[in-house]
């Protein structure tokens, strides 16, 4: 069973310190992050929230989900949202040939710039459930990728926490420069329908932006 960091220790990003865990800034902002979409109504919604409070975000796409449901992925780009890549399967780096692995990320990227208005201006990855091998982080880094890691994670996905207990996860644990990690997913919305808007309105009345990784 893996243990579960919702505040990443100051000690893990010292010790993988070439991964991006949070972003060092002096104004009151936040990265707000959701994995595994694009997904028809759950992205929409998010869109729509993020909209209403003027909230700029960071994908981390599944290739899969973008070649499913490429007006979903349109829309994220429109919204002036930034795109990462999350492997085309969702794929496990520790468990995963370089090969393969290399080959799932590239997949992805394929899928992502096919899209006619996608105009990345940096190569953002995130590894599927966080674990990546050090050799395959190194080539990735090598082709320009930045690691994108996280300061807090909501949890959204785990059917166990409550939907009160996750909102608790990201206010007390979020700082400027904070990076957090939400899932636009079947899996996490019963919680995310109940965090999200609550984090964007503390997040607003608190005098925070959230901006995109760049
Ligand atoms: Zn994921």
């Known amino acids: 069973m893996d243990l579960l960091w919702i505040k990443t220790h100051p000690i893990i990003k010292k010790i993988f310190s070439n991964y991006v865990w949070s972003i060092p800034t002096s104004e009151k902002k936040v990265f707000l992050t959701f994995d595994d979409g694009p997904i028809p109504e759950i ?7 993020l909209k209403t409070y003027d909230a700029k975000a960071t994908f981390f796409c599944i290739g899969n989900n973008v070649e499913k ?3 979903v992925f349109l829309r994220i780009i429109e919204d002036g949202h ?4 999350h492997t085309f399967n969702h ?7 370089n090969k393969t692995y290399f080959k799932e990320v590239e997949m992805c990227e394929v899928e992502i710039q096919k899209s006619p208005m996608v105009n990345l201006k940096s190569r ?6 966080g674990k990546i091998k050090p050799s395959q982080s190194r080539r990735l880094r090598r082709l320009r990728y930045k690691i994108i890691m996280w300061d807090v994670l909501s949890a959204d996905y785990k059917k166990e926490i409550s ?3 996750c909102l608790e996860n990201v206010i007390d644990n979020l700082e400027p420069g904070s990076i957090i990690v939400f899932h636009d997913s079947i899996k996490a919305f019963q919680n995310l329908e109940y965090v999200l808007p609550k984090t964007l309105q503390y997040l607003s009345e608190n005098g925070y932006q959230c901006d995109i990784i760049r």
Do not use: C, H
């Open 43 to 49: 992205t929409d919604w998010v869109l729509n929230q």
């Open 69 to 71: 449901n490429p007006e």
């Open 82 to 85: 930034a795109i990462g890549n």
């Open 91 to 97: 794929v496990k780096g520790w468990n995963t040939s």
């Open 124 to 129: 953002l990855f995130r590894p599927p459930y």
């Open 163 to 165: 939907k009160e207990k």
